[in-house]
């Protein structure tokens, strides 16, 4: 079986680091400080489904680092919640909007979205997710979260990037899910919890080009920069990690494993 590795914890703690700066140019293309399987082109394409004006209040869950809520909130002019269980994710999300001088458009709470969230009902306008919800064991539960703090006709945008769509091992799903918890369904479960959340499917695309895409590129951006990334990792997580992603880069690839977006409204 394969053992778990850090991916979250020392990349948040060390993501100004100059070498992880340019594994994540190499690898996207425009850095703005994601740690999933977007592009900013794909996320612009998610934000224009949203349909925001300036003012609307948004809620990222799982909001990482919070690049892309600064992001999102730089290009709507909306008012933007990023709630993450990483205690460092959101210590470098609330420098960053510090340093950016986006305090006034920009909030991060270390909570976990499996939870009850800390918000009264009808809080958010819009909520967007980016490739967590494998992160999320009790999903029914999630989706009915973000009913109660969504506004009557809000709307939300998320993506599953572990839909079984193939035969998969136990060990390749062991390897996928080396980082952390994780949740694998096959197609039509997601589907069912939104309905049953009382939320409504308005359309959903495989996207799982942009996932092989990315960890491709992920994958040879690391290995390009090994020895500065072993400076960092170490040697041991910096070969698990690899491995993370090269199986990430197969399966997506032979979509086995599809990543599915998802656009809903209450």
Avoid at 41 to 60: M, N, Q, T, Y
Avoid at 73 to 83: K, L, M
Avoid at 232 to 253: A, C, D, P
Wanted: charged share 25%.
């Amino acid at each position: 079986m394969n053992k778990k590795v850090d991916l979250y914890n020392s990349t948040y703690s060390s993501f100004r680091e100059e070498v992880l700066a340019a594994v994540r140019k190499e690898t996207f293309g425009a850095d703005i400080g994601q740690n999933s399987w977007i592009t900013a082109d794909e996320f612009d394409r998610f934000i224009s489904w949203l349909e925001l004006k300036p003012g609307l209040r948004v809620l990222e869950a799982a909001s990482g680092s919070g690049g892309p809520a600064a992001y999102l909130a730089a290009s709507t002019n909306c008012h933007v919640t990023g709630i993450d269980a990483n205690q460092s994710g959101i210590a470098e999300a609330v420098q960053n909007s510090v340093n950016t001088k986006q305090t006034h458009q920009l909030k991060f709470i270390a909570a976990d979205a499996n939870e009850t969230l800390p918000f009264k009902e009808s809080s958010f306008d819009a909520l967007i997710c980016m490739d967590s919800m494998n992160h999320f064991p009790d999903r029914l539960s999630v989706f009915k979260e973000w009913h109660r703090v969504l506004r009557p006709c809000g709307k939300a945008v998320f993506t599953d990037p572990v839909v079984i769509t193939g035969p998969v091992t136990n060990e390749e799903l062991a390897l996928r899910s080396s980082i952390g918890l994780f949740l694998y369904v096959p197609p039509g479960v997601n589907e069912h919890f939104i309905e049953a959340a009382g939320l409504k499917l308005i359309k959903k695309e495989d996207v799982t080009e942009n996932a092989a895409l990315v960890s491709g590129r992920w994958f040879s951006a690391r290995k390009k920069h090994v020895e500065e990334l072993v400076r960092i990792e170490g040697e041991e997580r910096y070969e698990e990690l690899q491995k993370f992603f090269e199986s990430v880069h197969r399966l997506s690839s032979e979509k086995r494993l599809s990543r599915i977006a998802y656009f809903v409204e209450k």
